[in-house]
């Protein structure tokens, strides 16, 4: 596709329900990442995908942070049992290659949970 | 643990003035990206320096690499109403992670 594209764009969850957020990275681009963003912050790194292999989860901040990539291109985050805190912007990003290249970003899903 | 911070915070210019901001990390970096986000927007890629002591120029944006690979600048000669952002650099130290900076937020008095 022309860029990389994330949804749903917004979404409301009731604090305990599960959400699912979707990127469909840039084609043929091996790397693709998950970042978490807050009002006023900078992006946090959450986890990194070359290809299927989730080679780095480290930034995922609890247990109910779920990522896949099953076949190397369209990627799902699922977060489990909402909190107020996982408020934020979800951005994926994907590159052509390693993470020593651009990164080009989504749209971002804003998740409000209440 | 990694930490990059920038600063300032925020930036009022009045147009035609000119802006930097400026970026420290905690720990030697392998290399460091600077990304704009407009209101509202995704961050956008706007370059990548790798060597120390590197600067690269596009345009009225001058980027440095420091000599020691732990901090790093941008520069906006005469600012317009288009610069109009946040400023984000992202450090990558010897892992796969870019840990962004705190981002500069700049605005531009017409």
């Known amino acids: 596709g022309a860029g990389v594209s994330q949804s749903p764009r917004y979404k409301v969850a009731k604090r305990g329900q599960d959400v699912a957020l979707r990127c469909d990275p840039i084609s043929g681009h091996v790397s693709l990442f998950w970042y978490q963003q807050a009002l006023g912050q900078g992006p946090e790194f959450l986890t990194y995908?070359?290809?299927?292999?989730?080679?780095?989860k480290s930034g995922l901040p609890s247990d109910r942070f779920f990522a896949e990539r099953p076949e190397g291109s369209v990627s799902t985050l699922k977060i489990q049992r909402t909190q107020q805190e996982d408020s934020a912007v979800y951005l994926c990003?994907?590159?052509?290659?390693?993470?020593?290249?651009?990164?080009?970003f989504g749209q971002g899903t804003r998740l409000t949970v209440v | 643990g990694q930490q990059v911070m920038q600063i300032p915070q925020y930036q009022h210019v009045q147009e035609g003035e000119d802006f930097t901001t400026y970026c420290n990390s905690s720990t030697t970096l392998s290399n460091i990206q600077w990304y704009k986000q407009r209101p509202g927007g995704h961050p956008v890629f706007l370059i990548q320096?790798?060597?120390?002591?590197e600067v690269k120029k596009q345009k009225r944006l001058t980027f440095q690499f420091g000599e020691a690979k732990k901090n790093s600048s941008l520069h906006i000669t005469a600012t317009q109403t288009t610069d109009v952002g946040t400023y984000f650099c992202a450090g990558m130290d010897t892992g796969n992670q870019f840990y962004f900076g705190t981002g500069t937020s700049l605005t531009v008095i017409p």
């Open positions: 320096l790798v060597k120390s002591g």
């Open positions: 995908f070359q290809n299927e292999a989730q080679l780095d």
């Open positions: 990003a994907s590159s052509l290659v390693g993470p020593n290249t651009e990164a080009f």
